[in-house]
């Protein structure tokens, strides 16, 4: 039966006698039905059921990263705590070299002495306005001195060997005067001090 002898018998169908159609359209018949129930099926069952599971399979993956995330962080508790501790004990001492308020005129005097230590002559030490910034306040003194090149590089490595912490920043040198000789030197010079922020 081509496909032309199978559309005309179609029109012939006598649908009260299903039993006498012909063999080729109760099979196409009985092919089209599963095929819809197959459909139908899926749609009210299946594919809720696949859904779901693709997303629980996404949810595994989720979970699995976690485990892994947690299982290292476990097996490595000890190790981590030790850290901690290590890095506490670094942030204490960092913070004992932050000088409080009370502590900034012995600061000053340290200065002072490392300046009169080296043979230099103060010009000036301004003490600038404090800057609180995150946990910590900036204090800058403007220092100003005069005296040979060997003196002023002195002086400037024994601020920076303070047991306190001191930043030097925006510093120039000149001639002290420029028909001087002598070979003297002016130097004026920034320096930060920082001290621990209790209040934030």
Do not use: C
Not at 102 to 121: K, R
Not at 181 to 188: E, I, N, R, W
């Amino acid at each position: 039966m081509n496909v032309q002898e199978f559309f005309d018998s179609l029109s012939e169908l006598d649908p009260s006698n299903v039993g006498m159609w012909p063999s080729a359209v109760k099979t196409s018949i009985w092919a089209l039905a599963f095929f819809l129930t197959l459909f139908f099926t899926y749609q009210m069952t299946l594919s809720d059921a696949l859904t779901e599971l693709q997303s629980k399979r996404a949810q595994e993956k989720t979970m699995l990263a976690d485990y892994e995330k947690h299982a290292y962080q476990s097996i490595n508790l000890s190790r981590l705590k030790k850290q901690y501790a290590d890095m506490q004990l670094s942030f204490g001492a960092l913070v004992k070299q932050l000088p409080s308020d009370t502590e900034v005129p012995a600061l000053l005097e340290d200065i002072s002495q490392l300046g009169v230590d080296n043979g230099l002559e103060f010009e000036s030490i301004d003490l600038g306005d404090e800057k609180i910034v995150e946990f910590y306040a900036e204090l800058p003194i403007k220092i100003t001195v005069t005296g040979g090149y060997h003196s002023l590089a002195n002086f400037v490595s024994g601020i920076a060997a303070l047991p306190r912490i001191v930043t030097l920043h925006d510093f120039s040198l000149e001639p002290e005067n420029q028909k001087d000789t002598s070979g003297a030197l002016k130097m004026t010079i920034l320096a930060k001090t920082y001290r621990y922020n209790e209040r934030k």
